[in-house]
T-cell receptor
Framework: AQSVTQPDIHITVSEGASLELRCNYSYGATPYLFWYVQSPGQGLQLLLKYFSGDTLVQGIKGFEAEFKRSQSSFNLRKPSVHWSDAAEYFCAVATRSNDYKLSFGAGTTVTVRA | KAGVTQTPRYLIKTRGQQVTLSCSPISGHRSVSWYQQTPGQGLQFLFEYFSETQRNKGNFPGRFSGRQFSNSRSEMNVSTLELGDSALYLC???????????????FGPGTRLTVL
């Protein structure tokens, strides 16, 4: 079955420390991969996306993600976290065979401590 | 360019009532998709409209319906509300050229529906 897994429900990180959020997917077709962020009470903001080409993708707010086909992963990273990065992060997958409908992981909540 | 807008932002209804939510896509975007977000089920796809036609549908009962107008604005309707319909309803728009780049979805702030 097609699925998107975010293994970490909640991560706490100190301000200034690095952050890595994991995302694994299970799809037969070539996936298109996205990371969205949601602040409390808000909608989803697109951080970055991967379609093809360079497997290291740069996004907004200093985030980057790396696509690893062999591991079926698309992990999100940020070298130095700011307090404003506290939010919920969602990994999403779309495929051409599924008409580009987004399938989301369960999300990872990031808490930033001073 | 203005983003996706949704109205109203908050709604309180009682069981058995019906509700209509509205979504205005980014200018030039022709596709509108709707998602339901709940703590228990996460983000689930409801349906997608393109050129006033429903193009995709998720696994929701017939109480959930939608439509799209010629200006690409979309509404979704939930009839005979149940307590479990309490959720954040998110709308997303895309160019919908049916290629990965043109199908990137941009989300609105959502409508928080509470059913009492």
């Amino acid at each position: 079955a097609q699925s998107v897994t975010q293994p970490d429900i909640h991560i706490t990180v100190s301000e200034g420390a690095s952050l890595e959020l994991r995302c694994n997917y299970s799809y037969g077709a070539t996936p298109y991969l996205f990371w969205y962020v949601q602040s409390p009470g808000q909608g989803l903001q697109l951080l970055l996306k991967y379609f093809s080409g360079d497997t290291l993708v740069q996004g907004i707010k200093g985030f980057e993600a790396e696509f690893k086909r062999s591991q079926s992963s698309f992990n999100l990273r940020k070298p130095s976290v700011h307090w404003s990065d506290a939010a919920e992060y969602f990994c999403a997958v779309a495929t051409r065979s599924n008409d580009y409908k987004l399938s989301f992981g369960a999300g990872t909540t990031v808490t930033v401590r001073a | 360019k203005a983003g996706v807008t949704q109205t109203p932002r908050y709604l309180i209804k009682t069981r058995g009532q019906q509700v209509t939510l509205s979504c205005s896509p980014i200018s030039g975007h022709r596709s509108v998709s709707w998602y339901q977000q709940t703590p228990g089920q996460g983000l689930q796809f409801l349906f997608e409209y393109f050129s006033e036609t429903q193009r995709n549908k998720g696994n929701f009962p017939g109480r959930f319906s939608g439509r799209q107008f010629s200006n690409s604005r979309s509404e979704m309707n939930v009839s005979t509300l149940e307590l479990g319909d309490s959720a954040l309803y998110l709308c997303a728009s895309s160019l919908a050229g049916r290629g990965a780049r043109t199908d990137t979805q941009y989300f609105g702030p959502g409508t928080r529906l509470t059913v009492l």
